[in-house]
């Protein structure tokens, strides 16, 4: 989604005057507004959000008629999984877009869906406690695994661990689900 710029000159009688850009503070309060009280409906925010971000992946690919893998959480397996067949994401993909709300890969194109670079975070809704998600990225014969966790109200990422894989390349997002939510799951 191509997001527009209304960048202009202000005058004031015949003279310009001075603009004072306004900026976002980072810290606790905005991860907060951003990550969690974002969305009304939670759940339906992450299925949705992660969904269009799985069909956008397809569809840049040319893999748009391939479905994507949906896991709905149980009693006995309590995540929400998602799995694209993507390309992955590189450890600077990681650090550079992912873990950056507003940074998004897709601003320059109609053909998205998203575009915004806050969808990939809206796991974080669950995160009231502190927990956090979890993302597998399939790349050229690796899978690393990274934990996505809130420490001290701010959001963090962190390389668990790399090993070979026989999967095919993509991205897979495991988000635990509380029990009592389970249900809701399963009417979304």
Not at 37 to 49: C, P
Request: proline fraction near 5%; glycine fraction near 10%; include cysteine.
């Amino acid at each position: 989604m191509i997001i527009g710029s209304n960048e202009q000159d202000v005058m004031f009688g015949n003279a310009p005057s001075k603009r004072t850009g306004f900026k976002i503070q980072a810290g606790r309060k905005a991860f907060q507004v951003l990550s969690e009280k974002l969305y009304k409906d939670k759940a339906e925010a992450v299925l949705r959000e992660l969904s269009c971000n799985a069909v956008d992946i397809h569809c840049e690919l040319g893999k748009g008629h391939i479905p994507f893998n949906v896991t709905l959480p149980t009693s006995i397996y309590p995540w929400f999984v998602i799995r694209d067949f993507g390309t992955g994401l590189t450890q600077e993909q990681v650090d550079e877009i992912f873990t950056v709300y507003f940074a998004s890969t897709k601003d320059g194109s109609d053909d998205s869906i998203g575009g915004f670079g806050l969808g990939c975070k809206s796991p974080f809704a669950y995160s009231e406690s502190g927990g956090g998600f979890t993302v597998k990225s399939y790349q050229k014969g690796l899978c690393t695994v990274y934990n996505m966790y809130m420490d001290n109200g701010e959001p963090f990422a962190t390389p668990m661990s790399t090993t070979p894989t026989t999967e095919e390349d993509g991205l897979e997002i495991l988000v635990p689900i509380p029990e009592h939510e389970h249900a809701r799951w399963k009417i979304l």
